[in-house]
Nanobody, 115 residues
Framework: QVQLVESGGGLVQPGGSLRLSCAAS????????MRWYRQAPGKQRELVAS???????IYVDSVKGRFTVSRDNAKNTVYLQMNSLKPEDTAVYYC?????????WGQGTQVAVSS
């Protein structure tokens, strides 16, 4: 069983920055893909960003140019650097680790963007 623990969420003003961390109980390099999802109140969970074991990244259009996903294999940690935050970024952010058929989720960390 793999444990994923997210941290770094909080309340920030529009235009501010946060860095989310996802600490895994085993090497993140062992997973084909590490992903960040988010779920806003009353909305479906959506994929925000992902990074493969080879380092390839993808982003949802709404965060391109503002968010950056990265991975530190030595620390078994994946990060999501979020800049220029907007109120519409408010959500619970979840970390996901996937290598078929294994699919693991963290408990989530709350991000609130408000003045």
């Amino acid at each position: 069983q793999v444990q994923l623990v997210e941290s770094g969420g909080g309340l920030v003003q529009p235009g501010g920055s946060l860095r989310l961390s996802c600490a895994a109980s085993r090497s993140v390099f062992s997973f084909n893909v590490m992903r960040w999802y988010r779920q806003a109140p009353g909305k479906q969970r959506e994929l925000v960003a992902s990074i493969t074991s080879s380092g390839s990244t993808i982003y949802v259009d709404s965060v391109k140019g503002r968010f950056t996903v990265s991975r530190d294999n030595a620390k078994n940690t994946v990060y999501l650097q979020m800049n220029s935050l907007k109120p519409e970024d408010t959500a619970v952010y979840y970390c996901n680790a996937w290598t078929a058929p294994m699919d693991y989720w963290g408990q989530g960390t709350q991000v609130a963007v408000s003045s």
